[in-house]
């Protein structure tokens, strides 16, 4: 069984400041790991993906992902983080083959001017 | 124009009734699946259809029915509605089940309450 933990349901940040979004996965073979954001009244949008390669991983908005195997964490950064980047973050993993993609909780971004 | 759009966005109704929700995408996917989003944000997978074909039918009560009538539309149908069935359900499509690096594209939800 495939499972994901988002530790934190809030992480607050000044503008400016880096941002560190965390997820821990559970898997029985190679992990495809995936970050999903959500603005309000929004479906979720996809952020970037680890598949295979370089353990950074680079998205849309600046956003970078670190694929850690020993830790079995993918940790969504940002570098300065804007106000416009409060949302909500999704961490999702599948497990390859026809597994669905199963989603953690959700951890509220919220940054402040 | 809106890749994956469903309707309504908001349905408000009363125990026991019946009621639908569309999804349509148009993008050529050839998978769709139904979510649900629980009040504390939680994000629950339900059906997905693959080609007209039901592939992934989570423990979901049956009085919640899908149905595709082709690749393009996913309709979720909901019988007897209960106050457990407010959330927020969202549709999703990707280009194939079986590919793992694939990424899913969301609509943007429909507000369900039942009162």
């Known amino acids: 069984a495939q499972s994901v933990a988002q530790p934190e349901d809030q992480v607050n940040v000044a503008e400016g400041n880096p941002l560190t979004v965390k997820c821990t996965y559970s898997?029985?073979?190679?992990?495809?790991l995936f970050w999903y954001v959500q603005y309000p009244n929004r479906g979720l949008q996809f952020l970037l993906k680890?598949?295979?390669?370089?353990?950074l991983v680079k998205g849309s908005y600046g956003f970078e992902a670190e694929f850690n195997k020993s830790q079995t964490s993918f940790h969504l950064k940002k570098p300065s983080a804007l106000v416009s980047d409060s949302a909500l973050y999704f961490c999702?993993?599948?497990?390859?083959?026809?597994?669905?993609?199963?989603f953690g909780k959700g951890t509220m971004l919220l940054v402040s001017p | 124009d809106t890749a994956v759009s469903q309707t309504p966005k908001y349905l408000v109704t009363q125990m026991g009734n019946d009621k639908s929700i569309k999804c349509e995408q148009n993008?050529?996917?050839?998978?769709m699946y139904w979510y649900k989003q629980d009040s504390k944000k939680f994000l629950k997978i339900m059906f997905s259809?693959?080609?007209?074909?039901?592939?992934i039918n989570e423990t979901v009560p049956n009085r919640f029915s899908p149905k595709s009538p082709d690749k393009a539309h996913l309709n979720l149908h909901i019988n007897s509605l209960e106050l457990g069935d407010s959330a927020v359900y969202f549709c999703?499509?990707?280009?194939?089940?079986?590919?793992?690096?694939?990424?899913?594209?969301f609509g943007s939800g429909t507000q369900l309450s039942v009162l």
């Open positions: 999703a499509s990707s280009q194939d089940r079986g590919l793992i690096n694939e990424k899913l594209f």
């Open positions: 898997v029985s073979g190679n992990p495809y």
């Open positions: 680890y598949i295979t390669g370089d353990n």
């Open positions: 999702a993993v599948r497990d390859g083959g026809y597994s669905t993609l199963t």
């Open positions: 993008l050529g996917h050839d998978t």
């Open positions: 259809y693959n080609n007209k074909e039901l592939i």
